[in-house]
């Protein structure tokens, strides 16, 4: 299994489930295999010709790595033959009340959400067998996800930032969607997109204050606002239905199952 972007936070999680399935683990640096260079990229897959491509790295600023890096690898893939599993996110839609299924057509408003959707589309075209897995906000215990990281700079004054009351989203352990990617990498046949996600649904006030009294903090100091009080466009509320990814045996852990203060 080749995984660009096993660096992150997501990597590091897929690398501790690729050797507990199993799996032989190929994993460049960013550096060693830029995916901004299509023929770099398609030169370094036919050469390593690996069974299956797990496709994690991003900047979340920057399309050409987002679009067309993904689409690189995608067609670097499609040409070896490999098994694709692409992350992608639920930025992709714009948020309303109804939990998203995978029939639903992407619609998102940010610039982020947007370049993710296009890569969708881009790799989908590039390598039609390829399987699009979207994600929610991502945590951790072992290793803290940027969520947590935020509250804990809050609360120590490292940072000024607000969390909203209306902003929803379905906060999802690194751990389980690592397990996930690694289970649909043996699936074939398996295609388009997948939603895996826990089904808890929480603002991000609720959330912040979870962590906060995880990690031992005061949740009460977690500072809130609302997102009309801040002024700013970001979808209010996106909560992903995973019910096809259940059908498949895959299961991501409630949040209050996972922390304990």
């Not at 640096?29 to 994690?56: M, Y």
């Amino acid at each position: 299994m080749m995984v660009t972007g096993a660096s992150g936070f997501l990597g590091r999680h897929l690398v501790e489930a690729s050797e507990a399935g199993g799996w032989e683990l190929l994993a460049p640096g960013s550096q060693a295999f830029d995916i901004r260079r299509n023929e770099h990229v398609q030169d370094e897959i036919r050469t390593w010709k690996p069974n299956a491509v797990v496709h994690l790295a991003y900047r979340p600023d920057d399309r050409r790595v987002i679009v067309d890096g993904s689409r690189h690898v995608a067609a670097a893939a499609a040409a070896v033959g490999a098994r694709l599993v692409h992350m992608s996110t639920d930025m992709v839609f714009a948020g309303r009340a109804e939990p998203y299924t995978e029939a639903d057509a992407p619609d998102a408003t940010l610039d982020y959400g947007r370049w993710k959707a296009e890569a969708e589309s881009a790799v989908a075209t590039a390598y039609p067998a390829a399987l699009l897995v979207r994600a929610s906000l991502l945590y951790g215990t072992g290793r803290l996800g940027r969520p947590q990281e935020d509250v804990a700079d809050v609360l120590a004054g490292r940072k000024a930032m607000r969390f909203f009351t209306d902003e929803y989203r379905c906060p999802t352990h690194a751990a389980d969607v690592a397990t996930a990617l690694v289970q649909v990498a043996g699936m074939q046949g398996l295609r388009g997109p997948l939603h895996v996600a826990a089904r808890n649904v929480l603002s991000r006030a609720d959330l912040a204050r979870t962590f906060a009294d995880w990690m031992g903090l005061d949740p009460d100091r977690v500072p809130t606002a609302s997102l009309a009080e801040s002024g700013l466009t970001r979808p209010g509320r996106v909560v992903l239905d995973p019910s096809l990814a259940e059908s498949l045996g895959i299961r991501c852990r409630p949040i209050d199952e996972v922390l304990t203060p």
